[in-house]
């Protein structure tokens, strides 16, 4: 008779095994109460994130800079909690938004699952991704031994992206949840898929293809901008104010290598390609180093090259599987830097006027952070992945009406400001959860007041955002 699923469950803690040896072993152990003895000595965070674990005591280097739980795993299996987090970390960034609340979140395949259920489970399949063979240092490869799930043949049990989904959005605006900034992290699951499965058949429904071509063709005319018109056109998400004191160094390169694929033959065809992706590479092992200002420029320059590598190179992929994936995942590395620094204003969660030029760079940042977005995004329908949808930018104000954005004196931005405070009274500014909230499955065209108020002042970056809410053929 041939193995079933429910044929190879533990009958007494009921967990599930892909494979009837691990199953014999399990049961070895379980029905007699014996705990296996952990091999692993690294940290469960370092040992979750696949990175190497300098075995510091109380708290390893990596959770002390990033302010996480350390844990150590001792030889009979059991978790010695050896310190907590005290620091403030990028979750306490947002305060208040109008009188949108969220949950305590964390990413998984590109949503959001609620705090209380990963203090339920401490083997949750949420990391900080690494950065890859070529742009990681060595220093920061995996050098523990995790005996995992993974190891020991036992089934994955993750969420359905439906679920999760359908649950952030019922938690959201609950008057008893803390609001928190995203963390912005891909989740192993996703890593996983991106990496180690070989590109699938495209999807072919009509109104995902068409989604997925204006959104590319949008996103091609960003390197467009960049090497037919320097600065005097800028894409959607670099703002003037950020070429006040010059051109950021990975800008002006950019700019360069724009200009080279736009005069490209086919003869040069392969050229481009490499002098491209190594740029990209070069930014992901450097943008570390990086000051404030230096690392926006970065990711903004990134976003712009890897446009043009995923779809400006013709018709066939310019990289092979999986090293156009493993870009992707680099990429999360550099969002969450990014968003380390700052996503959220005080007089945005207030609803006053702010500093013209901090607005503008907190609004470049969450719009680059929302482009790389919008990349993996096409890149997934075009491959055959699954999309990646964007419920972790749930907090994020949603981009700003074009002529806040495209103002360029600080006297006429005060004035444009005070108007938009205005008539944004009633609620507080739109964001990205709401957004989530439109159907576009709905026979009728209307939208409800707000979402039309906001997509009334929207740019080619709100036209995206709405044209993808409708064209993935997700109903909530």
Not at 209 to 226: A, D, E, Q, Y
Not at 467 to 472: K, L, R, V, W, Y
Request: charged share 25%; hydrophobic share 35%; glycine share 4%.
């Amino acid at each position: 008779m041939p193995l079933t699923r429910k044929s190879l469950t533990c009958p007494r803690c009921s967990r599930r095994f892909t494979r009837a040896s691990s199953l014999t072993r399990h049961c070895k152990r379980c029905l007699q109460d014996i705990k296996g003895p952990s091999r692993r000595k690294s940290c469960r965070a370092c040992a979750r994130a696949k990175l190497r674990c300098d075995l510091q005591r109380p708290r390893c280097s990596r959770c002390e800079e990033r302010t996480l739980t350390c844990e150590y795993v001792s030889r009979d299996g059991t978790t010695i909690v050896v310190s907590t987090a005290e620091k403030p970390t990028i979750r306490g960034q947002l305060k208040r938004q109008g009188d949108q609340f969220l949950l305590d979140n964390k990413v998984v395949d590109g949503s959001t699952v609620s705090a209380t259920q990963k203090d339920a489970s401490e083997s949750d399949d949420v990391s900080t991704v690494d950065c890859g063979a070529e742009s990681t240092p060595r220093s920061q490869e995996d050098t523990s031994q995790d005996t995992t799930s993974d190891r020991d043949g036992t089934a994955d049990s993750v969420t359905t992206e439906s679920e999760i989904n359908h649950e952030v959005l019922e938690n959201i605006g609950s008057a008893n949840s803390e609001p928190i900034a995203p963390e912005l992290v891909i989740s192993n699951y996703r890593r996983r898929l991106l990496l180690n499965e070989a590109r699938r058949t495209p999807n072919t429904d009509p109104v995902a293809r068409h989604t997925m071509h204006f959104v590319i063709r949008v996103l091609k005319s960003w390197p467009r901008m960049m090497g037919s018109h320097l600065t005097s056109q800028l894409p959607a998400m670099i703002h003037r104010l950020q070429l006040a004191d010059g051109i950021p160094i990975p800008l002006a390169n950019c700019c360069t290598l724009a200009k080279m694929w736009i005069m490209h033959s086919e003869e040069s065809r392969d050229l481009v390609q490499r002098t491209v992706h190594n740029e990209v590479r070069r930014l992901l092992r450097d943008y570390h180093e990086y000051n404030e200002m230096e690392l926006l420029a970065a990711a903004q320059s990134m976003l712009i090259l890897l446009i043009i590598l995923f779809f400006g190179l013709g018709h066939s992929p310019a990289l092979a599987h999986p090293i156009d994936a493993q870009l992707l995942v680099d990429m999360w590395n550099v969002k969450h830097k990014l968003a380390s620094t700052g996503l959220f204003l005080d007089q945005e969660s207030n609803h006053t006027l702010p500093s013209w030029k901090e607005w503008a760079m907190v609004s470049a940042k969450r719009r680059t952070i929302v482009g790389l977005h919008h990349l993996e995004f096409a890149w997934s329908l075009r491959f055959g992945y699954p999309i990646l949808t964007c419920f972790e930018l749930g907090p994020f104000p949603a981009p700003a009406a074009r002529y806040l954005w495209q103002s360029d004196r600080e006297e006429e931005w005060r004035r444009l400001y005070k108007d938009w405070l205005k008539q944004w009274a009633d609620g507080g500014s739109y964001k990205m959860t709401e957004l989530f909230r439109v159907n576009g499955s709905k026979e009728s065209d209307a939208l409800d007041p707000r979402s039309e108020l906001w997509l009334a002042e929207a740019d080619e970056f709100g036209m995206m955002l709405m044209a993808e809410a409708n064209g993935i053929g997700v109903e909530f």
